[in-house]
């Protein structure tokens, strides 16, 4: 296969239409569905979307990803059961999804399909979505809470729920909250948490099973940098990568080798060097990110959530399978997460409404890739720099089974030029610098099949054409 450059040394127009993968920089789970925002900061969603969770501007479930409607600037998302937000470059936060309880924050309980700014709120950096409640920290380390209020989740020692935000009086340099089922989690600055809500299970850790309307600080936990909350169990990661559990352990969500709740923090087995925790609001299993780039799982796995290649419940961790070079964890009710540190994000667990994002309905024990994931199209034509006269690109042999090899004739033009391999799924699977007169593609784990490659110069496409791939 050759590309010409056109033999002449003016700029010249080349007309050509493709999806160039970008990553993806956050995601998130709901009870049946998949958030992620991209390094464009646009958010893409796919699973259920019964009640506009997706913010597709449509109802409909979608088993492979589809950007969320209308807004851009997104550089973080979060999602509670059936409800989802977006926090903006500008720290204004955006929610859209089921709204029964006012857990959106627009003043209503009016479900919203796209979405729609969340009223009174500046400077947020950080949101978690509970079952049917909410909470945000801001920039000065206050907390603020909206939505059902029936079991005291929202602190304010009431049980009346709000549909707008308010700030949680009592609480001062907090750094990141969880939003449980029925209970909340705060993380203080001085490395303390404070719990408050339902506590039927132990899930606030203060040795009782009596709610909370207010918050009360968790004895015996000191120097901890994160929190997670489940179902009706609570996650503290400490500084020196042990994590801690308590409440609800019928599914071993505590990860202590038995199913006996605790009320108190109680040491997960077998882990250390731990980086980061989650846990969701409707979930009973548990992720862990080590400092090797894997990831562990524990609790419930009845539909292959711990990503182990079984659906048999752990009543301590075990490795994920086949994951390495994770940078980002979450958990869904009963699927799970995983963020490549090539931006890939790979799915696990239940596919019932398409939350795993494979475009295929069973349920997956095994980490499987989200496919379409942050594409972008450029745009049909563009002005492309003067390119030196005679200049010819040769790729060969095409097709090949093992390695091609990139050809071009004129040394003076690899001033900036780079190769990028897309597969027909509008997926990034290679990008290297040309650097040479002659470079060679390496098979590797690539899948037999059609790519497109294409040769950019700073920045800008200047030559196109496919690539074919044989056993």
Same mark, same amino acid.
């Given at each position: 296969?050759?590309?010409?450059?056109?033999?002449?040394?003016?700029?010249?127009?080349?007309?050509?239409?493709?999806?160039?993968?970008?990553?993806?920089?956050?995601?998130?789970?709901?009870?049946?569905?998949?958030?992620?925002?991209?390094?464009?900061?646009?958010?893409?969603?796919?699973?259920?979307?019964?009640?506009?969770?997706?913010?597709?501007?449509?109802?409909?479930?979608?088993?492979?990803?589809?950007?969320?409607?209308?807004?851009?600037?997104?550089?973080?998302?979060?999602?509670?059961?059936?409800?989802?937000?977006?926090?903006?470059?500008?720290?204004?936060?955006?929610?859209?999804?089921?709204?029964?309880?006012?857990?959106?924050?627009?003043?209503?309980?009016?479900?919203?399909?796209?979405?729609?700014?969340?009223?009174?709120?500046?400077?947020?950096?950080?949101?978690?979505?509970?079952?049917?409640?909410?909470?945000?920290?801001?920039?000065?380390?206050?907390?603020?809470?909206?939505?059902?209020?029936?079991?005291?989740?929202?602190?304010?020692?009431?049980?009346?729920?709000?549909?707008?935000?308010?700030?949680?009086?009592?609480?001062?340099?907090?750094?990141?909250?969880?939003?449980?089922?029925? *209970? !909340? @989690? =705060?993380?203080?600055?001085?490395? %303390?948490?404070? &719990? #408050?809500?339902? +506590?039927?299970? /132990?899930?606030? $850790?203060?040795?009782?099973?009596?709610?909370?309307?207010?918050?009360?600080?968790?004895?015996?936990?000191?120097?901890?940098?994160?929190?997670?909350?489940?179902?009706?169990?609570?996650?503290?990661?400490?500084?020196?990568?042990?994590?801690?559990?308590?409440?609800?352990?019928?599914?071993?969500?505590?990860?202590?080798?038995?199913?006996?709740?605790?009320?108190?923090?109680?040491?997960?087995?077998?882990?250390?060097?731990?980086?980061?925790?989650?846990?969701?609001?409707?979930?009973? *299993? !548990? @992720? =862990?990110?080590?400092?090797?780039? %894997?990831?562990? &799982? #524990?609790?419930? +796995?009845?539909? /292959?959530?711990? $990503?182990?290649?079984?659906?048999?419940?752990?009543?301590?961790?075990?490795?994920?399978?086949?994951?390495?070079?994770?940078?980002?964890?979450?958990?869904?009710?009963?699927?799970?997460?995983?963020?490549?540190?090539?931006?890939?994000?790979?799915?696990?667990?239940?596919?019932?409404?398409?939350?795993?994002?494979?475009?295929?309905?069973?349920?997956?024990?095994?980490?499987?890739?989200?496919?379409?994931?942050?594409?972008?199209?450029?745009?049909?034509?563009?002005?492309?720099?003067?390119?030196?006269?005679?200049?010819?690109?040769?790729?060969?042999?095409?097709?090949?089974?093992?390695?091609?090899?990139?050809?071009?004739?004129?040394?003076?033009?690899?001033?900036?030029?780079?190769?990028?391999?897309?597969?027909?799924?509008?997926?990034?699977?290679?990008?290297?610098?040309?650097?040479?007169?002659?470079?060679?593609?390496?098979?590797?784990?690539?899948?037999?099949?059609?790519?497109?490659?294409?040769?950019?110069?700073?920045?800008?496409?200047?030559?196109?054409?496919?690539?074919?791939?044989?056993?």
């Amino acid at each position: 296969m050759k590309l010409h450059f056109l033999k002449t040394t003016v700029a010249i127009t080349l007309f050509v239409t493709f999806s160039l993968s970008l990553k993806a920089q956050k995601v998130a789970a709901g009870l049946q569905y998949s958030l992620a925002v991209c390094n464009t900061n646009a958010v893409w969603a796919w699973g259920e979307n019964s009640s506009g969770e997706l913010g597709d501007s449509t109802t409909a479930p979608k088993n492979t990803a589809v950007r969320v409607s209308g807004q851009q600037g997104f550089k973080a998302v979060a999602a509670g059961s059936s409800h989802s937000f977006g926090i903006k470059n500008d720290s204004t936060l955006w929610a859209w999804g089921y709204n029964g309880y006012g857990q959106l924050g627009d003043g209503s309980n009016f479900e919203r399909h796209s979405p729609v700014p969340v009223i009174g709120l500046t400077g947020i950096v950080m949101v978690s979505g509970g079952n049917f409640h909410s909470l945000a920290v801001s920039n000065d380390g206050s907390v603020w809470v909206w939505g059902d209020n029936t079991n005291g989740e929202l602190g304010d020692g009431k049980i009346v729920g709000r549909k707008t935000p308010i700030k949680l009086s009592g609480l001062t340099g907090i750094t990141a909250v969880a939003a449980g089922n029925n *209970h !909340s @989690l =705060a993380l203080q600055d001085d490395s %303390t948490v404070w &719990a #408050w809500g339902g +506590n039927d299970y /132990g899930q606030l $850790g203060d040795s009782s099973i009596f709610e909370k309307h207010s918050p009360v600080k968790i004895s015996g936990l000191s120097g901890i940098i994160a929190v997670a909350a489940g179902q009706f169990y609570s996650l503290a990661l400490k500084f020196d990568g042990t994590v801690w559990a308590w409440g609800d352990n019928t599914y071993s969500q505590l990860g202590d080798s038995n199913i006996t709740q605790s009320h108190i923090p109680i040491k997960v087995n077998g882990l250390s060097g731990i980086l980061s925790i989650s846990a969701a609001c409707r979930g009973k *299993h !548990s @992720l =862990a990110l080590k400092d090797n780039s %894997t990831v562990w &799982a #524990w609790g419930n +796995n009845n539909s /292959g959530q711990l $990503g182990d290649s079984s659906t048999i419940e752990r009543v301590m961790p075990v490795q994920v399978r086949g994951l390495t070079g994770i940078v980002e964890v979450v958990v869904g009710n009963e699927h799970s997460l995983a963020v490549k540190n090539n931006g890939t994000v790979w799915a696990f667990g239940n596919n019932g409404s398409g939350q795993l994002g494979d475009g295929m309905p069973s349920f997956e024990s095994t980490p499987v890739k989200v496919i379409g994931l942050c594409p972008v199209t450029l745009p049909t034509s563009m002005i492309v720099k003067t390119i030196k006269k005679n200049t010819v690109i040769n790729i060969y042999p095409n097709p090949f089974t093992s390695k091609a090899t990139i050809e071009i004739n004129e040394a003076s033009t690899l001033q900036h030029l780079e190769c990028i391999l897309v597969d027909m799924l509008g997926q990034e699977v290679r990008k290297f610098a040309l650097t040479n007169t002659q470079t060679e593609i390496q098979r590797d784990d690539l899948s037999q099949g059609i790519y497109m490659i294409h040769i950019i110069q700073d920045n800008k496409v200047i030559a196109t054409d496919k690539l074919v791939i044989t056993d």
